[in-house]
């Protein structure tokens, strides 16, 4: 991966000159830089920054578009912001995003899932294959002129054994198609699995966690980072899973109770590689004293997952295409903070395509206090006629109804309720 810094101007002159103001507060692949540059954007990239000096840069360079991959955005980043309209993490979680904020501000979040898929599963199996056959103790070991072919020639293999999956996302696809390449038998648990998705995918689906646990000789963890998935892999997962079985996990620390994770490690032997932990330094470079690392049989790499430059570029190609469509379209692409179903009905309006007709509109369901939560304009073939489909807060009355029917260039009106 290549990256590049562009040093900053004037904010106050640099608007003139160039089109909108993007900062890339993190490493950031030079093929994208290069793209939304000759799109005529100013592009600003400073890849040091961290979360406590991102604010003064939002209020320096005051960017419509913020671009993150690893940089925490917290509140206090949002809130100095002036004309931000988009924040784009270039990776597939957005734990390191107050998305709360941003949704306060009205500020739309988007990733790029799936483009760092292959580059994690490669890892994945990296890791499984250290704990298999202890590699890098093996290379510790010849390091400092010890041969023990005795100690580590003793390895349980992969062909025909048991890979269980949690979270049956693209990545967890892609560390599926590796396993059967492997010979073993793939199974699968997610919270809406089916039979139908996991023979997809190349699984067979497991409806219980903990029977996906106790089946397993190796597990691989691949959920997002939320509430419903802190610490899913608990100390009552650990108690089912096999004695020397394989854990490997390069979701988030989050994910996995630690605590519960180093007492299976010294009583039953479980074996885990790690790109992931609880603890992470802010930033690419830092200390890290996790004490899980040092436990025998802890294989650990330092949340490299997506860090190829295959994902990087893929990444740097999504990114700009949600950059794209928001600022020429209006539309964002991965959109994670949009909500999904709000409103009690939905009004349909089709009219003529004139001035003034939404607003006429929108000034009735005001005066009877109806909040617009959506709305869309479809423009038909010829440009005579439309179709408002607006979603509102509460059903209207039959009054408003009435009224809005009666407006000029109004054709007809529709009600739906939720």
């Known amino acids: 991966m290549t990256t590049a810094t562009i040093e900053s101007t004037d904010p106050a002159t640099a608007g003139a000159e160039a089109g909108t103001v993007i900062l890339i507060a993190d490493k950031f692949d030079a093929s994208g830089i290069a793209t939304l540059e000759s799109l005529g954007h100013r592009v600003v990239c400073e890849p040091a920054l961290d979360p406590d000096t991102l604010p003064d840069a939002i209020r320096t360079h005051d960017p419509q578009v913020l671009i993150v991959r690893s940089t925490k955005v917290k509140a206090d980043a949002i809130e100095a912001a002036a004309r931000l309209a988009l924040i784009v993490r270039a990776g597939a979680g957005t734990d390191n995003i107050d998305v709360v904020a941003a949704s306060g501000r009205g500020i739309p979040v988007a990733n790029c899932p799936g483009k760092n898929a292959l580059a994690v599963a490669e890892l994945a199996w990296g890791l499984i294959l250290a704990c298999d056959r202890r590699i890098p103790d093996q290379v510790a070991d010849l390091r400092n002129g010890v041969w023990n072919k005795k100690e580590y020639g003793k390895a349980s293999g992969l062909a025909g054994r ?19 390449a492997f010979g073993m038998r793939a199974f ?96 690419g470079t830092g200390e890290f004293t996790e004490s899980i690392v040092s436990l025998p049989g802890v294989y650990g790499t330092h949340h490299v997952g997506a860090s190829t430059d295959q994902a990087q ?77 607006l979603r ?27």
């Open 392 to 418: 509102v807060s509460a059903v209207p009355g039959e009054s408003l109804i009435a009224e809005i029917a009666a407006r000029p260039n109004v054709l007809s009106i529709d009600i739906s309720a939720h």
């Open 313 to 389: 570029e893929a990444i740097a190609a999504e990114t700009v295409r949600i950059v794209r469509e928001h600022l020429e379209h209006g539309r964002v692409p991965n959109c994670i903070n949009i909500a999904e179903g709000s409103g009690a009905a939905t009004v349909t309006v089709r009219h003529l395509n004139r001035p003034g007709v939404l607003a006429a509109i929108c000034e009735v369901l005001s005066r009877g206090e109806l909040n617009v939560e959506d709305m869309e304009n479809i423009i038909f073939t010829g440009g005579a006629a439309a179709s408002a489909r």
């Open 162 to 180: 048991t890979l269980g999956v949690v979270g049956l996302g693209r990545i967890g696809e892609a560390i599926i198609e590796r396993g059967n």
């Open 188 to 283: 699968a648990w997610s919270r809406n699995i089916s039979d139908e998705r996991a023979a997809a995918a190349g699984c067979h689906a497991c409806e219980n966690l903990h029977n996906l646990a106790r089946m397993s000789d190796v597990v691989c963890v691949s959920v997002a980072a939320n509430a419903d998935t802190a610490k899913l892999i608990d100390a009552e997962f650990l108690a089912a899973m096999k004695p020397g079985a394989i854990l490997v996990n390069t979701s988030r620390g989050s994910v996995v109770d630690e605590d519960a994770l180093a007492a299976a490690i010294r009583d039953k032997g479980i074996r885990a590689g790690l790109d992931v932990y609880a603890h992470e330094p802010s930033g």
